[in-house]
């Protein structure tokens, strides 16, 4: 009888594993990419007057580390590094176009970003660092 029984116990978990579906989880988009506006700056109090043709924004596309986006007055352009594990972040290579404008704060802003060297990021909001310092906060824009 007891082999009987050990034998079923075989048979039924031989069939329960043969059953059981494979689940693949596919891979999820990157929490920091997207489009992000900037809301904040620390050297700026009031960026709709330091920015009157809109503010800046970055575009980041974490599977090709690219960035693109805009300055205030140019469309700018770049690569990036990161690690989710240590939250770091390295803006590098930036360029953008050349069309002239007045009293826009480019230069700031380029050397801003070249000394972010970690983030903080939720759903809606990215925020820029170098070492705890926070240089610029983000609005992910849908």
């Not at 596919?26 to 900037?38: A, C, H, N």
């Not at 970690?118 to 660092?129: G, I, N, P, Q």
């Amino acid at each position: 009888m007891r082999l009987k029984y050990s034998f079923a116990v075989m048979i039924i978990l031989a069939l329960t594993a043969c059953s059981t579906k494979r689940v693949v989880s596919e891979p999820q988009p990157d929490i920091l990419s997207g489009e992000w506006v900037m809301m904040s700056w620390k050297d700026f109090v009031n960026l709709p007057a330091a920015f009157p043709t809109g503010v800046p924004k970055l575009v980041l596309n974490t599977e090709e580390n690219r960035v693109h986006g805009y300055n205030g007055c140019n469309q700018i352009h770049g690569q990036f590094r990161f690690d989710r594990n240590r939250s770091s972040l390295q803006f590098f290579g930036i360029g953008s176009t050349r069309m002239f404008c007045q009293s826009v704060p480019e230069n700031e802003l380029s050397s801003t970003i070249s000394m972010v060297n970690s983030y903080r990021v939720t759903k809606d909001e990215l925020t820029l660092l170098r070492d705890n310092e926070v240089l610029m906060v983000f609005k992910r824009q849908e």
